[in-house]
């Protein structure tokens, strides 16, 4: 079974940066990590999970949610199984917990707590 495990979150101060990475592992039956898109979503405490980034399968195409544009940048390294969230700028509004998201499978990671704060 395909599962997702997220790393890199912690504790920044206003305007630092942080990546975050998703690594992917229990891939059979000729399915494997390049084959798909994955995303990242966040969710604040009280608020609904939100999308955050879509990385294409061949990593060339990302879009982003428009709260983040310009500030994050999604990749992934298919040899190595891992997706990445490069987060710069980062506000207090982006405080939340980070989960990457493979739709294919309709998996999900347990996340990473970000927290930005002075």
């Known amino acids: 079974q395909v599962q997702l495990v997220e790393s890199g979150g912690g504790l920044v101060q206003p305007g630092g940066s942080l990546r975050l990475s998703c690594v992917a592992s229990?891939?059979?039956?000729?399915?494997?990590?390049?084959?798909?898109?994955m995303l990242w979503y966040r969710q604040a405490p009280g608020q609904e999970r939100e999308w955050v980034a879509t990385c294409s399968a061949n990593g060339q195409t990302t879009s982003y949610a428009d709260p983040v544009k310009g500030g994050f940048t999604v990749s992934r390294d298919n040899a190595k199984n891992t997706m990445y969230l490069q987060m710069t700028s980062l506000r207090s509004e982006d405080t939340a917990v980070y989960y990457c998201h493979r739709p294919a499978e309709n998996i999900w990671g347990r996340g990473t707590q970000v927290t930005v704060s002075s």
């Open positions: 229990g891939f059979t039956g000729g399915f494997t990590f390049m084959m798909y898109n």
